[in-house]
């Protein structure tokens, strides 16, 4: 889990992020504490050889039909992928959610993502049909 926002964090979110997300903004080291005092966010940190490697965000929130979860933002450094990082991370959320008693954890990946869809269903989540629905602010 995430803990003290050091230097050491502040900077591999100062890595990872933009390899998320082109379009996300750098986090400041108060950014991280906002996420990390959120009751409904755990972010998880994987390490490879003492560094940060990768991260993971879960997060739950309760609702009339019960306590759901969701897994957000993964990302493994590129230096580190393929050592088990992302399926540590994945594993660790869902081991929280249930022990929080969520009813599943949801998850969202690209089709592009072909190696993050094969961890995910190796690890058993099962793809859904379903029609996903984004607005879009300016």
Known sequence: MLGDIDDEVVTAFGRLLPQLSRSAPPLTGSDITALSESPAITVLLARCEGTIAGM?????????TGLRARIEDVVVDEEFRGRGAGEDLSREAV????????????????????????????????????????YEFD
């Open 56 to 64: 993971l965000t879960l997060v739950m929130f309760r609702l009339p």
């Open 95 to 134: 081991r929280i959610a249930r022990e929080a008693g969520a009813r599943n954890v949801d998850l969202t990946s690209r089709p592009s993502r072909a190696a993050a869809g094969r961890l995910y269903e190796r690890i058993g989540f099962r793809q859904r049909e379903s029609r996903v629905y984004r």
